[in-house]
Nanobody, 115 residues
Framework: QVQLVESGGGLVQAGGSLRLSCLASGSIFSINTMGWYRQPPGKQRELVATITSGGVTNYADSVKGRFTISRDNSKKTVYLQMNSLKPEDTAVYYC?????????WGQGTQVTVSS
């Protein structure tokens, strides 16, 4: 069984920064793509950023230049550094990993950006 535990969410003022972490544990041989998604209030879940096992990254247009995704394979952890946060970044942020052909989700961490 695979478990994902996110941390690092919280309340921050506009223009501030937060760093999210997601630790994967369980019966894991290797992890393919790791990523972050978010669900703003009253909206559908959307892609924020992904990173492949080879380090290739992909970002939503809305976060390009402000957010940086990275991973530490030895720690089975993916990070999301979020800078220049805006009120519209307020959402529950979910970690997602692809292991072989299965996707796993974390429980989510709340990020609230005040104006």
């Amino acid at each position: 069984q695979v478990q994902l535990v996110e941390s690092g969410g919280g309340l921050v003022q506009a223009g501030g920064s937060l760093r999210l972490s997601c630790l994967a544990s369980g019966s894991i041989f290797s992890i393919n793509t790791m990523g972050w998604y978010r669900q703003p209030p009253g909206k559908q879940r959307e892609l924020v950023a992904t990173i492949t096992s080879g380090g290739v990254t992909n970002y939503a247009d809305s976060v390009k230049g402000r957010f940086t995704i990275s991973r530490d394979n030895s720690k089975k952890t993916v990070y999301l550094q979020m800078n220049s946060l805006k009120p519209e970044d307020t959402a529950v942020y979910y970690c997602n990993v692809l292991i072989i052909t299965h996707y796993f989700w974390g429980q989510g961490t709340q990020v609230t950006v005040s104006s």
